[in-house]
């Protein structure tokens, strides 16, 4: 509903780059995830953010 009057964009084929917080020898210290990703742009539109399909993050889980 949100993303018909352009208050919203759903972007496809992005893939997010995470720590794990379990980290274990056998296994990569990172994940890569392909989530569905809803973008509410604030104080900026969609069309001034920097282009990319590859999100990197650090921290804890959201």
């Known amino acids: 509903r949100y993303c018909q009057n352009g208050m919203a964009s759903i972007l496809t084929g992005v893939r997010v780059r995470s720590s794990i917080a379990e980290v274990h020898s056998d296994l990569p210290s990172t994940r890569t995830e392909d989530p569905l990703v809803v973008v509410f742009p604030v104080g900026?539109?969609?069309?001034?953010?920097?282009?990319?399909?590859?999100?990197?993050?650090?921290g804890l889980e959201l």
């Open 44 to 58: 900026r539109t969609m069309s001034d953010w920097p282009p990319g399909t590859l999100i990197e993050r650090n």
